[in-house]
Protein backbone atom coordinates (compact mmCIF):
# COMPACT_ATOMS: atom_id res chain seq x y z
CA UNK A 1 0.00 0.00 0.00
CA UNK A 2 1.61 3.07 -1.18
CA UNK A 3 1.02 6.95 0.70
CA UNK A 4 1.03 10.15 -0.72
CA UNK A 5 0.98 13.36 1.02
CA UNK A 6 -0.99 16.74 -0.50
CA UNK A 7 -2.85 19.60 0.75
CA UNK A 8 -6.41 18.29 -0.32
CA UNK A 9 -7.88 15.44 -1.62
CA UNK A 10 -10.83 15.69 -3.53
CA UNK A 11 -12.96 13.05 -4.60
CA UNK A 12 -14.51 13.14 -7.83
CA UNK A 13 -13.52 15.13 -11.00
CA UNK A 14 -17.24 16.18 -11.70
CA UNK A 15 -19.32 19.72 -11.57
CA UNK A 16 -18.19 20.20 -8.26
CA UNK A 17 -15.13 18.51 -8.13
CA UNK A 18 -13.45 20.04 -10.71
CA UNK A 19 -14.40 23.85 -9.40
CA UNK A 20 -12.79 22.86 -6.33
CA UNK A 21 -9.90 21.04 -7.28
CA UNK A 22 -8.88 24.05 -9.91
CA UNK A 23 -9.37 26.85 -7.40
CA UNK A 24 -7.46 25.43 -4.67
CA UNK A 25 -4.50 24.26 -7.73
CA UNK A 26 -4.17 27.43 -9.03
CA UNK A 27 -3.82 29.47 -5.64
CA UNK A 28 -0.75 26.91 -5.34
CA UNK A 29 -1.87 24.35 -3.04
CA UNK A 30 -0.99 20.47 -3.91
CA UNK A 31 -4.41 18.49 -4.91
CA UNK A 32 -5.13 15.39 -5.31
CA UNK A 33 -7.95 14.11 -7.41
CA UNK A 34 -9.60 10.40 -7.15
CA UNK A 35 -11.94 9.69 -9.92
CA UNK A 36 -13.95 6.39 -9.89
CA UNK A 37 -14.34 6.22 -13.47
CA UNK A 38 -12.38 6.43 -16.54
CA UNK A 39 -12.17 8.73 -20.01
CA UNK A 40 -14.98 8.07 -22.02
CA UNK A 41 -14.82 6.28 -25.23
CA UNK A 42 -15.03 7.56 -28.82
CA UNK A 43 -19.04 7.26 -29.20
CA UNK A 44 -19.91 7.00 -25.38
CA UNK A 45 -23.79 8.07 -24.82
CA UNK A 46 -25.96 7.58 -22.07
CA UNK A 47 -27.24 4.39 -22.41
CA UNK A 48 -23.50 2.69 -23.15
CA UNK A 49 -22.62 4.23 -20.10
CA UNK A 50 -25.92 2.90 -17.84
CA UNK A 51 -25.18 -0.49 -19.39
CA UNK A 52 -22.15 -1.06 -18.27
CA UNK A 53 -22.52 -0.30 -14.97
CA UNK A 54 -22.26 -3.00 -12.95
CA UNK A 55 -22.43 -1.87 -9.30
CA UNK A 56 -25.97 -0.34 -10.06
CA UNK A 57 -27.71 -0.15 -6.68
CA UNK A 58 -31.28 -1.82 -4.99
CA UNK A 59 -34.20 -0.37 -4.76
CA UNK A 60 -37.18 -2.23 -3.87
CA UNK A 61 -39.81 -3.62 -5.97
CA UNK A 62 -43.46 -3.29 -4.86
CA UNK A 63 -43.31 -6.82 -3.22
CA UNK A 64 -40.16 -5.26 -1.18
CA UNK A 65 -37.45 -7.32 -2.79
CA UNK A 66 -34.00 -5.36 -3.28
CA UNK A 67 -32.97 -5.75 -7.12
CA UNK A 68 -30.22 -4.12 -8.83
CA UNK A 69 -31.84 -1.79 -11.49
CA UNK A 70 -31.01 1.76 -9.16
CA UNK A 71 -28.57 4.22 -10.90
CA UNK A 72 -25.99 5.32 -8.23
CA UNK A 73 -24.29 7.89 -10.31
CA UNK A 74 -25.00 9.73 -13.69
CA UNK A 75 -22.09 9.04 -15.35
CA UNK A 76 -18.87 7.25 -13.48
CA UNK A 77 -15.89 8.94 -15.99
CA UNK A 78 -13.45 12.29 -15.86
CA UNK A 79 -15.65 14.94 -15.49
CA UNK A 80 -18.83 13.10 -14.39
CA UNK A 81 -21.88 14.00 -15.69
CA UNK A 82 -20.83 17.16 -17.75
CA UNK A 83 -19.60 14.87 -20.39
CA UNK A 84 -23.23 14.13 -21.24
CA UNK A 85 -25.62 16.69 -20.14
CA UNK A 86 -28.03 19.06 -21.84
CA UNK A 87 -26.17 21.90 -20.58
CA UNK A 88 -29.10 23.55 -19.08
CA UNK A 89 -28.12 26.12 -17.07
CA UNK A 90 -30.65 27.47 -14.87
CA UNK A 91 -30.13 29.57 -11.66
CA UNK A 92 -32.31 28.62 -8.54
CA UNK A 93 -35.27 30.31 -8.03
CA UNK A 94 -35.45 32.10 -4.45
CA UNK A 95 -38.10 29.75 -3.03
CA UNK A 96 -35.63 27.05 -4.40
CA UNK A 97 -34.00 28.41 -0.80
CA UNK A 98 -36.60 28.51 1.02
CA UNK A 99 -39.93 26.23 0.49
CA UNK A 100 -41.06 25.25 3.76
CA UNK A 101 -44.47 27.25 2.66
CA UNK A 102 -44.76 24.50 0.15
CA UNK A 103 -43.61 21.20 1.64
CA UNK A 104 -45.52 18.71 3.37
CA UNK A 105 -45.76 18.24 7.06
CA UNK A 106 -43.55 15.44 7.63
CA UNK A 107 -40.80 16.70 5.14
CA UNK A 108 -37.43 17.28 6.39
CA UNK A 109 -36.84 21.23 6.69
CA UNK A 110 -36.53 22.43 3.27
CA UNK A 111 -34.71 25.97 4.06
CA UNK A 112 -30.55 26.06 2.80
CA UNK A 113 -28.29 27.78 5.27
CA UNK A 114 -27.61 30.32 2.10
CA UNK A 115 -29.93 32.11 0.23
CA UNK A 116 -29.88 33.55 -3.23
CA UNK A 117 -28.50 36.94 -3.15
CA UNK A 118 -24.98 34.62 -1.33
CA UNK A 119 -24.84 32.63 -4.20
CA UNK A 120 -25.38 35.29 -6.73
CA UNK A 121 -21.83 36.02 -6.89
CA UNK A 122 -20.13 32.81 -7.85
CA UNK A 123 -23.44 32.04 -10.07
CA UNK A 124 -22.06 35.88 -12.44
CA UNK A 125 -18.02 34.34 -12.14
CA UNK A 126 -18.91 31.33 -13.44
CA UNK A 127 -20.89 32.60 -16.09
CA UNK A 128 -18.43 34.91 -16.81
CA UNK A 129 -16.05 31.71 -17.15
CA UNK A 130 -17.95 29.27 -19.21
CA UNK A 131 -20.50 31.34 -21.33
CA UNK A 132 -24.52 31.06 -20.24
CA UNK A 133 -26.30 31.38 -23.71
CA UNK A 134 -29.59 33.05 -22.31
CA UNK A 135 -32.28 36.27 -22.74
CA UNK A 136 -31.97 37.99 -19.51
CA UNK A 137 -35.56 38.73 -18.05
CA UNK A 138 -37.51 36.59 -20.22
CA UNK A 139 -38.37 34.28 -17.26
CA UNK A 140 -41.07 35.73 -14.67
CA UNK A 141 -38.83 33.66 -12.04
CA UNK A 142 -35.36 34.88 -12.80
CA UNK A 143 -33.51 36.18 -9.96
CA UNK A 144 -31.82 39.30 -10.36
CA UNK A 145 -28.51 39.27 -12.24
CA UNK A 146 -25.79 40.78 -14.53
CA UNK A 147 -26.81 41.18 -18.04
CA UNK A 148 -26.17 38.20 -19.82
CA UNK A 149 -22.57 36.55 -21.27
CA UNK A 150 -24.19 35.29 -24.48
CA UNK A 151 -27.45 35.70 -26.52
CA UNK A 152 -29.91 33.10 -26.35
CA UNK A 153 -30.11 30.24 -28.76
CA UNK A 154 -32.54 30.14 -31.64
CA UNK A 155 -35.72 27.88 -31.14
CA UNK A 156 -35.46 24.68 -32.53
CA UNK A 157 -38.56 23.88 -35.05
CA UNK A 158 -39.94 21.84 -32.05
CA UNK A 159 -39.23 24.38 -29.95
CA UNK A 160 -40.86 27.24 -32.10
CA UNK A 161 -44.19 25.38 -32.25
CA UNK A 162 -44.09 24.58 -28.44
CA UNK A 163 -43.27 28.23 -27.18
CA UNK A 164 -46.26 29.20 -30.12
CA UNK A 165 -48.72 26.97 -28.47
CA UNK A 166 -47.69 28.23 -24.60
CA UNK A 167 -48.01 31.69 -25.31
CA UNK A 168 -51.49 31.02 -27.05
CA UNK A 169 -52.60 29.62 -23.95
CA UNK A 170 -51.47 32.54 -21.84
CA UNK A 171 -48.14 31.22 -20.74
CA UNK A 172 -44.87 33.06 -20.62
CA UNK A 173 -42.11 30.61 -22.98
CA UNK A 174 -38.74 31.56 -23.14
CA UNK A 175 -35.05 30.64 -24.30
CA UNK A 176 -33.50 27.66 -22.15
CA UNK A 177 -30.87 28.94 -20.54
CA UNK A 178 -27.94 27.01 -21.99
CA UNK A 179 -24.22 26.71 -21.06
CA UNK A 180 -23.63 26.04 -24.90
CA UNK A 181 -22.25 28.45 -26.78
CA UNK A 182 -24.74 30.51 -29.04
CA UNK A 183 -21.69 32.77 -30.36
CA UNK A 184 -17.87 31.57 -30.19
CA UNK A 185 -16.57 32.89 -26.76
CA UNK A 186 -13.45 31.96 -24.75
CA UNK A 187 -11.89 29.71 -27.52
CA UNK A 188 -14.48 27.29 -27.74
CA UNK A 189 -16.99 27.39 -30.76
CA UNK A 190 -20.76 28.54 -31.28
CA UNK A 191 -23.19 25.32 -31.52
CA UNK A 192 -23.41 24.07 -35.36
CA UNK A 193 -26.62 23.05 -34.33
CA UNK A 194 -25.88 19.25 -35.20
CA UNK A 195 -28.71 17.94 -32.99
CA UNK A 196 -30.07 17.19 -30.15
CA UNK A 197 -26.76 16.87 -27.51
CA UNK A 198 -28.25 15.82 -24.38
CA UNK A 199 -26.82 12.02 -23.46
CA UNK A 200 -23.78 12.94 -26.06
CA UNK A 201 -20.62 14.10 -26.03
CA UNK A 202 -20.28 17.58 -27.86
CA UNK A 203 -18.43 17.10 -31.04
CA UNK A 204 -17.35 20.71 -31.43
CA UNK A 205 -16.51 21.65 -27.98
CA UNK A 206 -19.75 24.38 -27.79
CA UNK A 207 -21.08 23.16 -24.91
CA UNK A 208 -19.37 23.58 -21.47
CA UNK A 209 -18.24 20.58 -19.53
CA UNK A 210 -16.30 20.17 -16.27
CA UNK A 211 -13.17 21.58 -18.06
CA UNK A 212 -14.65 24.78 -19.42
CA UNK A 213 -14.20 27.06 -16.81
CA UNK A 214 -10.55 26.93 -16.62
CA UNK A 215 -9.84 27.07 -20.61
CA UNK A 216 -7.10 29.57 -19.58
CA UNK A 217 -6.08 28.95 -16.33
CA UNK A 218 -2.63 29.04 -15.21
CA UNK A 219 -1.63 26.00 -12.72
CA UNK A 220 1.65 25.91 -11.04
CA UNK A 221 3.75 23.24 -12.06
CA UNK A 222 2.41 19.62 -10.11
CA UNK A 223 -0.34 21.58 -8.11
CA UNK A 224 -2.97 19.17 -9.51
CA UNK A 225 -2.96 15.19 -10.53
CA UNK A 226 -5.23 13.08 -10.98
CA UNK A 227 -6.00 9.67 -10.73
CA UNK A 228 -8.72 7.33 -12.66
CA UNK A 229 -9.88 4.32 -11.86
CA UNK A 230 -9.39 5.23 -8.53
CA UNK A 231 -12.73 4.36 -5.92
CA UNK A 232 -12.43 5.81 -2.77
CA UNK A 233 -13.57 3.11 -0.09
CA UNK A 234 -12.58 4.82 3.35
CA UNK A 235 -11.85 7.93 5.19
CA UNK A 236 -9.45 7.45 7.94
CA UNK A 237 -9.66 9.76 11.17
CA UNK A 238 -6.66 10.95 12.51
CA UNK A 239 -8.71 12.48 15.89
CA UNK A 240 -12.21 12.31 16.55
CA UNK A 241 -12.32 15.66 14.72
CA UNK A 242 -10.27 15.34 11.93
CA UNK A 243 -10.05 13.38 8.63
CA UNK A 244 -6.10 12.16 8.09
CA UNK A 245 -6.71 9.77 4.93
CA UNK A 246 -8.51 8.45 1.66
CA UNK A 247 -7.97 4.88 0.94
CA UNK A 248 -8.54 4.11 -2.57
CA UNK A 249 -8.96 1.07 -4.18
CA UNK A 250 -7.79 0.48 -8.28
CA UNK A 251 -10.87 -0.01 -9.75
CA UNK A 252 -8.65 -2.91 -12.53
CA UNK A 253 -5.32 -4.08 -10.29
CA UNK A 254 -7.71 -4.31 -7.06
CA UNK A 255 -4.64 -2.80 -5.09
CA UNK A 256 -5.42 -0.07 -2.51
CA UNK A 257 -3.46 2.98 -1.89
CA UNK A 258 -3.85 6.06 0.64
CA UNK A 259 -3.53 9.74 0.43
CA UNK A 260 -2.99 11.90 3.14
CA UNK A 261 -4.50 15.57 3.43
CA UNK A 262 -5.06 18.66 5.16
CA UNK A 263 -8.26 18.75 4.09
CA UNK A 264 -10.46 16.39 1.99
CA UNK A 265 -13.66 17.52 -0.16
CA UNK A 266 -16.20 15.05 -1.39
CA UNK A 267 -18.03 15.75 -4.47
CA UNK A 268 -18.35 12.52 -6.48
CA UNK A 269 -22.52 12.80 -6.20
CA UNK A 270 -25.09 12.73 -3.52
CA UNK A 271 -25.11 9.50 -3.67
CA UNK A 272 -21.62 8.11 -3.75
CA UNK A 273 -20.79 10.75 -1.02
CA UNK A 274 -23.10 9.53 1.52
CA UNK A 275 -21.57 6.11 0.48
CA UNK A 276 -18.32 6.62 1.27
CA UNK A 277 -19.18 8.58 4.47
CA UNK A 278 -21.37 5.30 5.66
CA UNK A 279 -18.37 2.80 4.47
CA UNK A 280 -15.60 4.98 7.15
CA UNK A 281 -16.74 3.23 9.83
CA UNK A 282 -14.02 3.31 13.03
CA UNK A 283 -14.03 3.66 16.66
CA UNK A 284 -14.16 7.13 16.72
CA UNK A 285 -17.19 6.78 14.00
CA UNK A 286 -18.93 3.42 14.67
CA UNK A 287 -22.00 4.35 12.21
CA UNK A 288 -19.58 6.38 9.96
CA UNK A 289 -18.44 9.73 9.61
CA UNK A 290 -20.45 12.45 10.45
CA UNK A 291 -23.53 9.83 11.32
CA UNK A 292 -23.66 10.49 14.72
CA UNK A 293 -27.05 11.78 14.62
CA UNK A 294 -28.33 9.26 11.86
CA UNK A 295 -28.44 11.76 9.31
CA UNK A 296 -25.58 10.20 6.62
CA UNK A 297 -28.04 9.54 3.45
CA UNK A 298 -31.36 10.60 4.78
CA UNK A 299 -33.16 13.37 2.46
CA UNK A 300 -31.91 11.31 -0.92
CA UNK A 301 -34.22 13.91 -3.56
CA UNK A 302 -34.17 12.87 -7.39
CA UNK A 303 -36.71 15.37 -8.64
CA UNK A 304 -40.00 13.74 -9.68
CA UNK A 305 -39.83 14.29 -13.59
CA UNK A 306 -42.12 12.97 -17.13
CA UNK A 307 -42.16 13.50 -20.77
CA UNK A 308 -45.50 13.89 -22.98
CA UNK A 309 -44.90 13.52 -26.28
CA UNK A 310 -47.09 13.68 -29.69
CA UNK A 311 -46.66 14.61 -33.35
CA UNK A 312 -48.02 16.92 -35.14
CA UNK A 313 -48.93 17.37 -39.39
CA UNK A 314 -47.16 20.50 -41.09
CA UNK A 315 -48.15 20.70 -45.03
CA UNK A 316 -45.28 22.87 -45.58
CA UNK A 317 -41.64 22.41 -43.59
CA UNK A 318 -39.07 25.18 -43.43
CA UNK A 319 -35.97 24.64 -45.64
CA UNK A 320 -34.24 23.91 -41.95
CA UNK A 321 -36.49 22.34 -39.92
CA UNK A 322 -33.93 20.37 -37.94
CA UNK A 323 -30.87 20.79 -35.47
CA UNK A 324 -30.08 22.98 -32.36
CA UNK A 325 -29.90 21.58 -28.98
CA UNK A 326 -31.70 19.41 -26.86
CA UNK A 327 -34.25 21.83 -25.19
CA UNK A 328 -34.39 25.49 -26.82
CA UNK A 329 -37.23 26.97 -24.91
CA UNK A 330 -38.99 26.60 -21.56
CA UNK A 331 -41.72 27.43 -19.23
CA UNK A 332 -42.20 28.14 -15.44
CA UNK A 333 -45.25 29.37 -15.48
CA UNK A 334 -46.24 26.56 -12.95
CA UNK A 335 -43.68 26.66 -10.92
CA UNK A 336 -45.24 29.09 -8.47
CA UNK A 337 -48.98 28.06 -9.07
CA UNK A 338 -51.76 28.02 -6.97
CA UNK A 339 -54.27 25.71 -8.96
CA UNK A 340 -50.55 22.97 -8.07
CA UNK A 341 -50.80 20.93 -5.56
CA UNK A 342 -49.01 22.74 -2.54
CA UNK A 343 -48.99 25.95 -4.67
CA UNK A 344 -45.29 24.59 -5.95
CA UNK A 345 -45.26 22.77 -9.06
CA UNK A 346 -42.29 22.69 -11.80
CA UNK A 347 -40.23 23.33 -14.62
CA UNK A 348 -41.79 22.37 -18.09
CA UNK A 349 -39.26 22.39 -21.80
CA UNK A 350 -38.58 20.90 -24.50
CA UNK A 351 -36.75 17.66 -24.72
CA UNK A 352 -36.43 16.89 -28.16
CA UNK A 353 -35.61 13.47 -29.33
CA UNK A 354 -32.43 12.26 -30.56
CA UNK A 355 -34.48 11.23 -33.74
CA UNK A 356 -36.04 14.67 -33.83
CA UNK A 357 -36.34 14.76 -37.96
CA UNK A 358 -39.38 15.82 -39.34
CA UNK A 359 -40.45 13.06 -42.12
CA UNK A 360 -43.57 13.45 -44.70
CA UNK A 361 -44.70 15.85 -42.84
CA UNK A 362 -44.82 14.77 -39.12
CA UNK A 363 -43.01 16.35 -36.71
CA UNK A 364 -42.36 14.73 -33.29
CA UNK A 365 -42.63 17.12 -29.90
CA UNK A 366 -41.62 16.21 -26.74
CA UNK A 367 -41.56 17.61 -23.56
CA UNK A 368 -39.91 17.10 -20.14
CA UNK A 369 -41.46 18.37 -17.05
CA UNK A 370 -39.99 18.34 -13.55
CA UNK A 371 -40.59 19.29 -10.03
CA UNK A 372 -38.58 19.50 -6.85
CA UNK A 373 -39.40 16.39 -4.86
CA UNK A 374 -40.17 15.99 -0.85
CA UNK A 375 -36.83 15.73 1.33
CA UNK A 376 -38.03 12.82 3.37
CA UNK A 377 -36.10 10.97 6.14
CA UNK A 378 -37.26 8.14 4.81
CA UNK A 379 -35.90 8.50 1.55
CA UNK A 380 -31.94 6.98 2.30
CA UNK A 381 -28.79 5.91 0.77
CA UNK A 382 -27.71 2.73 2.94
CA UNK A 383 -25.31 -0.39 2.48
CA UNK A 384 -26.56 -3.69 2.07
CA UNK A 385 -24.60 -6.66 3.57
CA UNK A 386 -24.06 -8.01 0.07
CA UNK A 387 -20.55 -6.91 -1.94
CA UNK A 388 -20.07 -5.40 -5.17
CA UNK A 389 -17.39 -6.54 -7.77
CA UNK A 390 -14.92 -4.50 -6.13
CA UNK A 391 -15.83 -6.02 -2.23
CA UNK A 392 -17.85 -2.83 -1.15
CA UNK A 393 -21.17 -3.12 0.50
CA UNK A 394 -23.80 -2.63 -2.60
CA UNK A 395 -25.95 0.59 -2.17
CA UNK A 396 -29.49 0.62 -1.52
CA UNK A 397 -31.74 3.33 -2.33
CA UNK A 398 -34.76 3.87 -0.33
CA UNK A 399 -36.82 6.38 -1.94
CA UNK A 400 -41.03 6.73 -2.01
CA UNK A 401 -42.27 9.17 -3.84
CA UNK A 402 -44.67 11.53 -1.50
CA UNK A 403 -48.28 11.33 -2.15
CA UNK A 404 -48.21 15.01 -2.26
CA UNK A 405 -45.57 14.74 -5.24
CA UNK A 406 -47.71 11.85 -7.19
CA UNK A 407 -51.05 15.17 -7.03
CA UNK A 408 -47.57 17.19 -8.43
CA UNK A 409 -46.44 15.49 -10.90
CA UNK A 410 -49.12 14.65 -12.17
CA UNK A 411 -50.90 18.76 -12.51
CA UNK A 412 -47.31 19.20 -14.44
CA UNK A 413 -48.24 16.05 -16.92
CA UNK A 414 -51.75 17.84 -17.85
CA UNK A 415 -50.42 21.48 -18.23
CA UNK A 416 -47.55 20.27 -20.48
CA UNK A 417 -50.13 18.25 -22.59
CA UNK A 418 -51.82 21.49 -23.10
CA UNK A 419 -49.34 22.64 -24.51
CA UNK A 420 -48.72 19.93 -27.07
CA UNK A 421 -52.73 19.47 -27.68
CA UNK A 422 -52.61 23.43 -28.35
CA UNK A 423 -49.75 22.54 -30.78
CA UNK A 424 -51.62 20.08 -32.61
CA UNK A 425 -50.89 16.48 -31.49
CA UNK A 426 -53.84 14.56 -31.89
CA UNK A 427 -52.69 11.99 -29.44
CA UNK A 428 -50.18 12.47 -26.48
CA UNK A 429 -48.36 9.78 -24.86
CA UNK A 430 -46.48 10.07 -21.11
CA UNK A 431 -42.87 8.72 -20.85
CA UNK A 432 -42.00 7.71 -17.52
CA UNK A 433 -38.27 8.86 -16.62
CA UNK A 434 -38.00 6.08 -14.23
CA UNK A 435 -36.76 8.84 -11.48
CA UNK A 436 -37.49 7.02 -8.68
CA UNK A 437 -34.53 4.62 -9.29
CA UNK A 438 -31.63 7.28 -9.10
CA UNK A 439 -31.32 9.97 -12.21
CA UNK A 440 -29.11 12.75 -13.34
CA UNK A 441 -30.58 15.22 -10.56
CA UNK A 442 -29.04 13.77 -7.09
CA UNK A 443 -29.48 15.83 -3.98
CA UNK A 444 -29.18 15.58 -0.23
CA UNK A 445 -27.96 13.10 1.61
CA UNK A 446 -25.31 15.18 3.15
CA UNK A 447 -27.90 17.85 3.60
CA UNK A 448 -26.73 21.32 4.89
CA UNK A 449 -28.08 23.22 7.96
CA UNK A 450 -27.07 24.37 11.08
CA UNK A 451 -28.70 21.75 13.05
CA UNK A 452 -26.96 18.43 13.35
CA UNK A 453 -29.49 16.16 14.23
CA UNK A 454 -31.40 17.84 10.67
CA UNK A 455 -28.12 17.98 8.76
CA UNK A 456 -24.91 16.19 8.25
CA UNK A 457 -22.74 19.89 7.02
CA UNK A 458 -22.68 23.25 8.13
CA UNK A 459 -23.42 26.47 5.67
CA UNK A 460 -19.72 25.82 4.00
CA UNK A 461 -20.18 22.09 3.66
CA UNK A 462 -17.74 20.93 5.92
CA UNK A 463 -19.21 17.62 8.21
CA UNK A 464 -20.17 18.92 11.33
CA UNK A 465 -18.02 17.81 13.45
CA UNK A 466 -15.02 17.13 11.38
CA UNK A 467 -13.01 20.08 10.69
CA UNK A 468 -11.29 19.37 7.09
CA UNK A 469 -14.12 16.96 5.76
CA UNK A 470 -16.20 19.24 3.60
CA UNK A 471 -18.74 17.62 0.61
CA UNK A 472 -19.49 20.34 -2.21
CA UNK A 473 -21.47 18.28 -4.76
CA UNK A 474 -25.61 17.99 -4.69
CA UNK A 475 -25.62 16.31 -1.00
CA UNK A 476 -25.32 19.40 0.37
CA UNK A 477 -28.70 20.74 -1.28
CA UNK A 478 -31.44 20.41 1.88
CA UNK A 479 -33.98 21.07 -0.98
CA UNK A 480 -33.65 19.96 -4.66
CA UNK A 481 -35.12 22.95 -5.92
CA UNK A 482 -37.38 22.42 -9.29
CA UNK A 483 -34.73 23.44 -11.83
CA UNK A 484 -31.48 21.27 -13.52
CA UNK A 485 -28.78 22.12 -10.66
CA UNK A 486 -25.75 21.20 -12.36
CA UNK A 487 -25.11 25.33 -12.28
CA UNK A 488 -25.68 25.87 -8.46
CA UNK A 489 -23.71 23.08 -8.28
CA UNK A 490 -21.05 24.40 -9.64
CA UNK A 491 -21.88 27.62 -7.92
CA UNK A 492 -21.81 26.55 -4.44
CA UNK A 493 -18.41 24.17 -4.99
CA UNK A 494 -16.91 27.52 -5.98
CA UNK A 495 -18.14 29.08 -2.76
CA UNK A 496 -17.07 26.31 -0.35
CA UNK A 497 -13.61 26.11 -2.38
CA UNK A 498 -12.91 29.60 -1.69
CA UNK A 499 -13.72 29.31 1.73
CA UNK A 500 -11.10 25.92 2.13
CA UNK A 501 -8.80 28.89 0.76
CA UNK A 502 -9.05 30.67 3.86
CA UNK A 503 -8.95 27.20 6.08
CA UNK A 504 -5.28 26.63 4.52
CA UNK A 505 -3.83 29.62 4.35
Known amino acids: MTSDAVDVCVVGSGASGSIVAHEIARNGFRVHVLEAGLRLPTGASFATVQNGIDAAALVRSPTGT ?27 RKVDFDARAHVAPDALNPVWPINY ?11 Q ?12 LEPTSDPAVLPPHRYSLQGRLIATAGGRLGRQP ?8 SVPYRGRPACDRCGPC ?14 SPFADAWLPPGA ?7 KAVHIELGSTSRADTVEWLDTVTRQRARVHARCMVLAGNAIQSAALLLR ?17 GRGICFKISGYVSGTITM ?28 GLGGLIYEASPADRAAGEGQVPLRVHFLAADQPMRSNAVRLANSRDRLGLPNIILEYCTHPLDKRRLGYLSRRASDVLAEAGAKEIDYEDSNYQFGSGHLHGGCRAGGDPRESVVDRWGRVHDIDNLYVADGGFFPYPGGVNPTFTIQANALRIARRILTQLA
Open 315 to 342: NRLPSHSTGGPFSTVAMTDHYLDSDAPS
Open 66 to 92: LRPIGWPWTVSALGGGMTLYAGIAFRY
Open 224 to 230: LSVNLGS
Open 280 to 296: SVQRAAPNGIGNATGMV
Open 198 to 211: NEHPCPSGARADAH
Open 174 to 181: FPTPLAIN
Open 117 to 127: DELRPYYEELE
Open 129 to 140: RIGVARLAGADP
